[in-house]
C-alpha cells in the first residue's frame, strides 16, 4: 500500500495523472511557468550521432513559416527567453544585443530564428544562455557491445534511431515548421525518444556499466540545465521559454514538471486543439 501510495504521489508531481485541461488550483496559479520547446538544428551543424537534415531556413518560405511559428509562442508571452548556450559565456548574449542595434543578421540557427526573434518582438533586453556541457561516452556501449556479441543488437536499435531521424526530415519536407514542431514536441514522440535511451541503458554489468554510465550522463547534464534555468526565474509571474534540441526534451521535461514550484506548458497547449490533433499526424 505504502509503495501505491508513492507512486500516486509521483506520478501525480510529474502532472501524469492531472489532465492539461481542468481549473488552476490557486497554488498552481502562483507558480512560475516553464515551456520547454523542443526543435531541430536550423543550421544543420551535424553535432549529434545522428542528424537531422533540413532544408534553408531562410528562404522566404521558411522564413514565412517561422514567424507564423513565432506567433504562436507569442500566446505564451513568455517574460524570458533561455536557450542551448553555455551558461556563463556571453558568446549569444552579445549577438542578440547586436541584433537588437541592428548590427547582426539573424543565422540560420534556432536560437536565433527562433529565440532572438521572438525576444525581440516582446521587447525583452537580453537572452539567457543556460546550457551545461557534459559527457557522452557512447564509444563505451559500443566497446562493451562489441566485447560481449552484441554488435548485431546494438546496430539494430541504432538503426531504428536512425530512421526515426529520417522521418522527422522527411515530415518537414512536406510540412510547415508549426507542423512539424508539433509533431516533434508530442508525448508520444518525446515518450519515444527517451524509451531509445534506456534501451541504450541495458549494456552493461557489474564492472562496466557502458550503458547506464551514458543514461547517467546525459540526464546529468540536463539537470544541470534544468539548475541553470530555475536561476532565471525571479518571481511567480514570470513565464519562461526554454528552446532546445529535441534530444533534451523529454529529460527537461521531467525535470520541470517534477517542481513543485513550477508550472509545466507543452507547445500544444497554445495551439487550438483541432490543429494540433491534425498537425500531429
Known sequence: MRRTMLCLVAATAMGLLVPAER???????????VLVLGVFHMANPGHDIFNMHVDDVLS??????IVEFA???????????????SYGEDV????????????????RNEVEQIGFRLAKDLGHSAIYAV??????PF????????ATGQ???LDAVMGEIGEMVKAQAEYLKTHTVLQTLLYMNSDAKVAQDVGFYYLEARYGEPGDYAGPDLLAEWYRRNVRIYNNVTK?????????????GAGHLGWLRQDFAADLTLRLRKLEDFVPASTAGAERH
Do not use: M
Open 23 to 33: 481549473a488552476l488550483s490557486k497554488e498552481e496559479a502562483k507558480r512560475a511557468e
Open 60 to 65: 522566404p518560405k521558411r522564413q514565412q513559416e
Open 71 to 85: 506567433a504562436v509562442l507569442k500566446k505564451f508571452n513568455p517574460t524570458k527567453i533561455a536557450v542551448e548556450a
Open 92 to 107: 549569444v548574449p552579445k549577438r542578440y544585443a547586436d541584433y537588437l542595434a541592428g548590427t547582426r543578421q539573424l543565422s
Open 131 to 136: 546550457d551545461a556541457d557534459g559527457d557522452f
Open 139 to 146: 564509444q563505451r556501449v559500443l566497446h562493451y557491445a562489441r
Open 151 to 153: 554488435s548485431a543488437r
Open 232 to 244: 532565471v526565474v525571479a518571481t511567480p509571474e514570470d513565464r519562461v521559454l526554454v528552446i532546445f
